[in-house]
């Protein structure tokens, strides 16, 4: 009887740790979606015509990062990204529950039969995927800093990885850089300039046959060897 009641209290025990655990994960939860969406509340912040919010860390590939705790953030695309990957195209965020690392491959973006991969700006587990990429696949060319996020990472040593990230000013020159370049590989690959004054046109993705499109994808997504500098 008496081992009994230890089995059963023992029990009790577990359920009630499982269930505090469960509760101060949901708060967590969402706690760091009010402070994502509390930066996401800031003016746009315009660099070479793209939307580069302060706040974010970005990755070369395109993808950015919003720390929101010591060892968790939020990733997804950036307003050059979401242009080029346009409004027509899906794309597949890693599981939950696996392990991405820094500048590999994590994400993937499907269009008109072809498919590339966006780079991980960080390394760690996948602990959220958002759900709103299965219903509505638009909503990173309509939200790309807000709704649409790609997936959440959870990491122990953010504040390292994050040293090779770019923001701030050296984002802002990376960006000018990246137009500057985009131009030069659209004149090479198409021939012709889809920007007008200057400003970048919304999806510029509808622009491109499916091939132009997966040779830029390429380019500006997954990076040639000699421009991985993570």
């Not at 993808?63 to 080029?84: C, I, K, M």
């Not at 509505?136 to 959870?154: C, E, F, M, Q, T």
């Not at 990491?155 to 030069?184: C, K, P, Y």
């Amino acid at each position: 009887m008496v081992v009994l009641l230890v089995v059963l209290m023992y029990i009790a025990f577990m359920i009630i740790d499982a269930l505090m655990e469960r509760r101060h994960r949901k708060q967590r939860e969402l706690e760091t979606e009010a402070r994502h969406a509390q930066l996401l509340q800031e003016e746009p912040n315009f660099v070479a015509g793209y939307n580069l919010p302060e706040g974010f860390q970005y990755h070369r590939g395109h993808t950015w990062l919003h720390w929101v705790s010591p060892d968790e953030a939020y990733v997804g695309v950036d307003d050059f990204g979401r242009r080029l990957i346009g409004a027509d195209a899906t794309i597949v965020p890693p599981n939950r529950g696996s392990w991405v690392r820094q500048g590999m491959h994590a994400a993937k973006v499907k269009r008109d039969g072809h498919t590339v991969d966006l780079l991980s700006p960080v390394s760690g587990e996948v602990i959220g995927v958002n759900p709103d990429l299965r219903r509505d696949p638009s909503v990173v060319n309509h939200d790309a800093y807000g709704r649409g996020w790609l997936y959440k990472i959870k990491a122990s040593d953010l504040h390292q990885q994050i040293a090779n990230l770019l923001s701030g000013s050296l984002a802002q020159r990376w960006m000018e850089d990246t137009r500057d370049r985009f131009q030069r590989e659209l004149m090479a690959t198409t021939g012709n300039v889809i920007q007008d004054g200057g400003t970048p046109v919304e999806d510029i993705a509808s622009q491109l046959d499916p091939a132009q499109w997966e040779h830029l994808a390429e380019e500006f997504f997954e990076l040639k060897d000699d421009d991985h500098q993570s």
